[in-house]
Each structure stands twice: as structure tokens, then as C-alpha cells.
């Protein structure tokens, strides 16, 4: 599955591009080649609730799951670094009720301090018990003790962005890329509703490390859960992780493609300087090594459709890495 649109997908004008009535977003930005490194979502901790049903463009408040709850878990999140989304297995999804008992999971994604953590729930409003700022920080403690959580000892979750209502795309690529990974038996195949990033669909997070990929086919989607299994991080296709800010995500993929480290929890973003649109990020490795990493906030020309739920055309922001340097001797400490 290529996960790319036929027929004529681009017009041409005068220093801009625009949708035809066959084309996606993630059509243009995939003939355009925009860069996917730094375009993850960020969250250290992710907090995933199953709903099954339809989802509206605003999942939290827009799904069968009772508004004023959403509205609860978007305000207790706030600026605890934790994010809050609804899954529900691939498949159709008529509304059939409220089920009985619902999935939670929890996930950490800092190095060092990863874990991810499973629980189920007879009413959603228990998670309104957690602290969330202690999630954020990567205690799991509150979530075992408000929802006698566990240890998740199952597969990596791989979730699927098919919010179609957030964005066609995710519709359209990514609910038969989910349905493809559970035909083929993923046993940690979810849809979610929202990852970010519409125009790289399909989209996929993997928990517990929180890498997220772009313009993801089934394929690669194996080679990435193998790679989890392993502790190992696949390159092809990654956004970065979840636990940096955009220019720490591209900092460590630019160090992982010079050094050829693919391990997991072996790098860090231990130090971010600057402000737009130049930052000087220090990524340091588990054995001591450092490195300066100069990433650049670029702007993707000529002006594309960010959406297919807009006519606007916009010049989404980049992370261009302009260099890599390994520090030595004092420098590397600081």
C-alpha cells in the first residue's frame, strides 16, 4: 500500500501550489518532498483512553464520549506535558453504546525513564483521579494507584491516525493501513485520533519510545515494531520523539544518521539554546559522548495546502539541521 492518491494531483501557479479536486495534502507535501524530520507531536507522557464510535475533528468533545469530560482531561492536561487521546481497534465503527469496560494506557517517553503502563475501566471519569502533572513528570505511580495499572508486558502499541474528520487524509491512508496491520495479525494495532501532521499521513506512533512516522506503509511498520522489540530506533520515516520539542526531534535524528546509533534510550537532548529560528542543541549519548547540533526553523516553500479541511495556503515551518559537531574535553561537559 503506497498510500498515495491517483490521477492528477498538483496545479502549478506563480510561486504556489494548490488542491485539485482529486488530490490530498499529503499528496502535495509528498511531491514536494517536505521533510519530516522534526514534525512529531510533543508530549513526554501519552494517556490513551479507548472510545469506540464515530470521532468528530475535536475527538475530546466531539465523540461518544461525554463532553464535559473531554473537557476535563484537555484542562488537566494543560502544560503537564501530557496529551490526551482516544484509540478504538481498526476496524468499522458503528455506534453500538458505551462499552462495558474500556483500555487505558499510559506511556512515558523520556530515555531512561521509559515505561508503559496498561489498565482497563468501567467509567472513564477515574482518569479524572490521576495527577497529571506527576504523569507528566514519568511517575506511573498515580496511574496504577487511580486505575490499579500495570505494567503493559503486551506487543508495542502501534497507533494510526484515521481521524477523518480532523483531516481526510487520515481517513483515506490511514484507517486501511490500520486495518491492513490488524488482518495481519498486530496485536498492538490502534486508531488514534490525532497525531499531528495531516499532510504526512498515514501517520503512526509507537509506544513505549514515542517515535512517530510519517508517510508510513505496512512494511515499514513491521521493521519499526521489530526495531522496538529490539530496543532499536528505525530511521526511514521518522518524525522524532515525542518527549523533545521540535528542534531537539531533529537534533537527535541528525546525530543517529551521522553516527549510525540506533539504539533506543541512547541519546538524549540534554540542552536547547537559542529561540527562533536558530537553536544550538546539545544531544548527549549514554556513554558520555556529546554532540552540538545547529538546527535552523526553515520555512517549506512555495505556499501549500497544510489541510485538506482548508483553501488556505500556508508555509509550514521546518527544522534544517546546518551541523553537527561531536564536543570533546571540556566542551563536552558543559
Sequence with gaps: MGGRATGPTVVSEPSQVRLTSVSTCATVSRDLDEPLSGTAATATTWLLLEQPGPWGARALVSSHLEPSLGRALEAAAEGTGVRVALIRRPGRHADFGAPALRQVYAAHTVPGRVWLHGATTHDPRRLLDLD???????????????????????DP??????????????ALLGRPLASRLAVAGVRGAWEVTHLGGHRFSPTLLVLPHGYAYGRVEAHTVTEVLHGVQEGRVVLQGCRGRSAWERPGQAAELAVRTATGEDAAEALSVVRTAGDAPRWEVTVAHADGRHWEVVVDQGVSSPPRPESCGTSVLGTPGRMDVVAVRELTGAASRG
Excluded at 137 to 151: E, I, K, Q, S, V
Excluded at 157 to 170: F, H
Design 132 to 154: 497529571f502533572a506527576a504523569l507528566g513528570r514519568g511517575d506511573h505511580r498515580t496511574f496504577d494507584d487511580a486505575l490499579c495499572g500495570r505494567p503493559h508486558t503486551g
Design 157 to 170: 502499541l502501534a497507533l494510526v491516525c484515521t481521524n477523518g474528520r480532523r483531516d481526510r487524509c487520515c
